[in-house]
């Protein structure tokens, strides 16, 4: 029996994607697809339509999925005869992620078949991980994969860790409140890279006319930190003081979000359409 499999994802400072890289390279399957990439796309669900096994990886975000992604499953079309599978990555401990995805997919008669949770070194600690550590846990990650390759490749069904609908609730309604009111600011250390808005999954950021970029507080934006820990003269800032810079090790920021239009991988996509046109 041939198989398909299409594995989405949604990160921030590369921890998802290079799990979601491995997975796919060991499952052997097609590149992993962007989720914010995707929804600037005609149809962004192709490919979970022509799928057999559709996956997803994501960070933790405060006790739960970044909305974007819940958002994403919900208007995806679903089918009962597909297993699903989902990987959180996470620094101290996940939470809410999984069963918010069950109760999107039940409305559907389906379920979510596998899901795991793959302890990562985090982009929110008050210290940076050192390079020795790093390699070792992203060695300890590496096997963790294999076993997650081993169920999916097997159809294994696993009963994932479910927490009360009261702690649910109260971090709904937390997320929701905070990523709307999260305020940054751009210092005088701005080198007008563009950076921050390649990384960018919401395409929140703006450049003013002086070429001063500006993440702006509003309802996109996902609050995922993405542009603070990525920007590289740390030019960006919130209303707390220090914030640590992290980002995966092996993950390029033009990696992230391919369909970004500020991102060169779309741009040179766009050229070579222009130039075949
Ligand atoms: C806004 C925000 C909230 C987070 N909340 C949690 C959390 O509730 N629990 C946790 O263990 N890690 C939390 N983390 C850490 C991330 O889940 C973790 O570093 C993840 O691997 C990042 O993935 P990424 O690099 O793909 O974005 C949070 C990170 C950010 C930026
Ligand atoms: S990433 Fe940093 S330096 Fe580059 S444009 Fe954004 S704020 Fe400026
Ligand atoms: S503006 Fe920054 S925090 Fe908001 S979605 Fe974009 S990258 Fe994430």
Request: glycine letters at 4%; proline letters at 6%.
């Given at each position: 029996m041939s198989t398909s499999t299409a594995i989405y994802y949604f990160s921030a400072t590369g921890n998802s994607l290079a799990v979601a890289l491995e997975l796919a390279q060991k499952l052997d399957v097609g590149e992993p697809i962007s989720i914010p990439g995707?929804?600037?796309?005609?149809?962004?669900?192709?490919?979970?339509?022509?799928?057999?096994?559709?996956?997803?990886?994501?960070?933790?975000?405060?006790?739960?999925?970044?909305?974007?992604?819940?958002?994403?499953i919900e208007m995806m079309p679903k089918r009962k005869d597909c297993?699903?599978?989902?990987?959180?990555?996470?620094?101290?401990?996940?939470?809410?992620?999984?069963?918010?995805?069950?109760?999107?997919?039940?409305?559907d008669g389906c379920f979510l078949n596998f899901a795991v949770g793959v302890k990562t070194m985090g982009n929110v600690g008050i210290v940076n991980p050192d390079s020795k550590s790093m390699t070792k846990k992203i060695k300890s990650i590496s096997k963790q994969i294999d076993e997650i390759v081993d169920a999916i490749n097997n159809y294994q069904e696993n009963n994932f860790r479910r927490s009360s609908k009261l702690l649910g609730y109260l971090v709904k309604k937390f997320t929701s409140i905070r990523r709307k009111s999260i305020v940054?600011?751009?210092?005088?250390?701005?080198?007008?890279c563009g950076i921050c808005a390649q990384v960018c999954p919401a395409n929140n950021i703006v450049f003013g006319e002086d070429g001063d970029p500006a993440p702006m507080r509003s309802d996109k934006c996902q609050a995922c930190y993405a542009c603070l820990h990525w920007c590289p003269a740390n030019a960006i800032g919130t209303r707390r003081k220090i914030h640590t810079h992290y980002?995966?090790?092996?993950?390029?920021?033009?990696?992230l979000n391919p369909a970004n239009p500020t991102n060169p991988v779309q741009s040179e996509a766009v050229d070579k359409t222009a130039k075949s046109a």
């Open positions: 995707s929804l600037l796309l005609d149809d962004p669900y192709k490919a979970a339509r022509e799928a057999d096994r559709v996956g997803f990886v994501f960070p933790v975000h405060r006790a739960t999925l970044p909305e974007m992604v819940l958002g994403f297993y699903y599978f989902a990987v959180s990555t996470y620094t101290v401990f996940g939470c809410n992620e999984f069963w918010d995805i069950e109760e999107v997919l039940e409305l940054f600011n751009v210092d005088k250390r701005c080198k007008k980002h995966h090790p092996n993950i390029k920021p033009e990696q």
